[in-house]
């Protein structure tokens, strides 16, 4: 049973699922840090260039209702920290103007397109003038950028704009359907009674992304994935207390609203949720009554491009195919050769696209059993996935087996590599397999392959971008690859895009045994030779890994056999291998093995000249990796402590590190690259200067 805490900046609901979801007592301690009773110095300059503002309000019979205003930049004023003003009226059949009175809460959503900044206000009016209201601050906090598309506002001629059309509407016509399925943003307003006197109390207003058909339209119900977020669960917490949602669609092309109430339902545990990618669950809107609000807004909006969060995001359409799909996880499907590519000397890639069925989704380093018709009868060989299991199709990578065209192996290779091309078709079974890779594990990881032992390998580091990407949190990977020379790596170009993408939290190294004269050190390849303990110890922080091992079964045992005598335990060590091969494993003798207690385990973060505040937890990493995942783009050279190029001030708090730093840092600076916030009594507080 959740303790609801009287005095804190989150109200029942959202404290009752905070406490459901496991971020209770981390967002009880975050709240109190960020959620303020007055607009910041940097909010209220921020809101004070918006050209236009979304506000929430409940109207008089307890219906929520998401609302815009707008008018020039300076049309929001703070010339107090607790007290706001804003010069706007809302727009024809806009159900806020009704409510436009003193004692009415309101939620505001600051939100720069263009930027994907946003800020969040909780206030109620106090006074109305002929300009428009002035408000006082209840509370004031900042968001995230996830989910936001870059979007570039063009203002037009308020004189050249159609008469505004007003229609109010109990149902969902086919035009605001459209709409509504074509729609990549909407707002939604909730709320809580102000019953307690506290100022969690009031309304709300939240910006909601995704790819178009995002939003399910089912009659006059709406089905909507909630994503990832940041922990408050403002809206949700609302919906909690009031089952009722104000949701506003707009029309950016053409200047058009859709603003709709209606009762909420939440979807905790539906079996839709599996099958849409980013979904952590449902919602349900079933409309009461709106307006389709025509020619009321002498503003266009271009889209330049989705954010990154939204593209590992998917729509219901892909969902319910995935649902169908996994009804026929059992059976051959078809699935056409898109493209093929030459990775290297030997290993060829085929991209298989889905033939009226939709591809199951994946674990990183499973693999897809192949059926073929090769000299007049039926081939079977598995293939490991070298593809990410976002990517809209499947993609192997098979090495030419020379001299083994009799067996079932060597046929299925030699037809791949010399009979199959663009058009053929192939049959396929569901992937599967017990070698996987969890990308949300905080434990770093070293991915060892030989050969095409890489294919895994590079599934999983794909894998790991994109989820860091999409969650905030990217796990530290480290991949080694050995191969003879040149020509026979593979994937050489994707690797380094990939560890460049990643800024640095995910790292790639090759080992070659027999370089060409012409390859240089650093460039072709950072070691001679084989995986040795030495290059292990060269290339890896002090740290506690897991690691993965892919290639023949001589490699595969000389590097257990390796780690092991590292010190790395069996239960760490990973291993899938080709052929007959199999490992033999040393079991873990009972020890106990002492970890430091210095680092803290949450903490409050503030780049003070950057103007960003944030939560950290152990899951976020160095400080140099959580600045980049909030959007900052501090100096650093090595990464690893040794250059001193990523060192700062550290204007308070106390940090600690992992592993002691080559390069001299004073008491009052810090590497950010090996840093964490350190552990102190009470709540930790770590402010840094970036000098960005």
Known sequence: MTEIIADSPFHRGEQILQQRLGVRDK??????????????????????????VFAGHADGEGWPWASILFNEPGFITSNDARKLEIKAAPVAGDP???????????????IELTTRRRNRLAAHITGVTKEGIELAVDQAFGNCPQYIQHRELLALDPQAVAAPEIERISGLSAE??????????????????????????????????????????????????????????????????????????????????????????????????HYFAGAERLWKFHLDHGFYQKNVLPL?????????????????????????????????????????????????????????????????????????????????????????????????????????GDTPQGLMSNYLHQTLAVGDVLQAKSPRGDF???????????????????????????????????????????????????????FVSELDNIASESKGHICNFWA??????????????????????????????????????CGPGAFMQAMYDMVRALGVKDGRIFAESFGPASLVRESDPSTTVFRPQAAASEAI?????AGVEQAWSASDGNLLAFAEAHGLSPEFGCRSGQCGACKVPLVSGRVSYQNEPSAAVADNEVLLCCAVPGAVQGQEVVKLALGL
């Open 512 to 549: 070659m045994t027999q370089p060409d004269r012409e390859a240089q050190p650093g460039r072709d390849f950072h070691h001679r030779g084989r995986i040795s303990a030495e290059l292990l110890q060269a290339v890896l922080p002090l740290d506690d890994y897991d690691f993965y091992l």
């Open 176 to 273: 605001a359907c459209a709409l509504i399925e074509r729609s990549d943003t909407f707002f939604v307003a909730s709320y809580k009674a102000a019953d307690s006197g506290q100022s969690s109390d009031g309304a709300d207003v939240s910006h909601r992304g995704g790819k178009p058909g995002f939003i399910r339209v089912d009659g006059n119900t709406l089905i909507i994935p909630d994503y990832l977020g940041n922990n408050h669960f403002n809206t949700l917490g609302n919906f909690h207390e009031t089952p009722k949602a104000g949701l506003l669609f707009v029309d950016f092309d053409h200047g058009h609203l859709l603003t709709l109430t209606g009762r909420v339902e939440l979807l905790w545990d539906s079996d839709e949720t």
């Open 300 to 404: 266009r909006w271009r889209l330049n491009d989705y954010s990154p969060n939204t593209l590992l995001t998917g729509t219901w359409p892909e969902a319910q195919a995935l649902a169908l799909a996994e009804q026929q996880r059992e059976q051959w499907l078809p699935y056409k050769v898109q493209r093929v590519v030459d990775e290297s000397a030997d290993i060829r890639s085929f991209y298989l696209q889905a033939q009226g069925h939709q591809k199951l989704t994946f674990k990183p380093g499973q693999f897809l059993t192949l059926r073929a018709m090769v000299a007049g009868k039926p081939v079977i060989r598995t293939y490991t996935l070298s593809s990410a299991p976002g990517d809209e199709y499947y993609r192997i990578s098979v090495k030419r087996e020379a001299g083994r």
């Open 605 to 609: 973060v503030e780049f003070v000249d």
């Open 436 to 490: 996987s890779f969890d990308a949300s594990e905080t434990r770093p990881a070293v991915l060892l392959s030989a050969g095409i032992g890489i294919t895994p390998m590079l599934s999983m580091a794909r894998h790991a971008l994109d989820e860091g990407v999409r969650t905030r949190s990217p796990r530290q990977l480290t991949l080694i690859s050995t191969a003879r020379d040149q020509q026979q790596r593979g």
């Open 96 to 110: 806020l103007a009704a409510a436009l009175h003193a004692g009415t809460r309101l939620g505001l959503l600051g």
């Open 27 to 52: 967002m009880e301690r975050f709240g109190r840090q960020v959620i303020r009773d007055q607009l910041p110095a940097q909010h209220r300059d921020f809101y004070a260039r918006l050209p236009f």
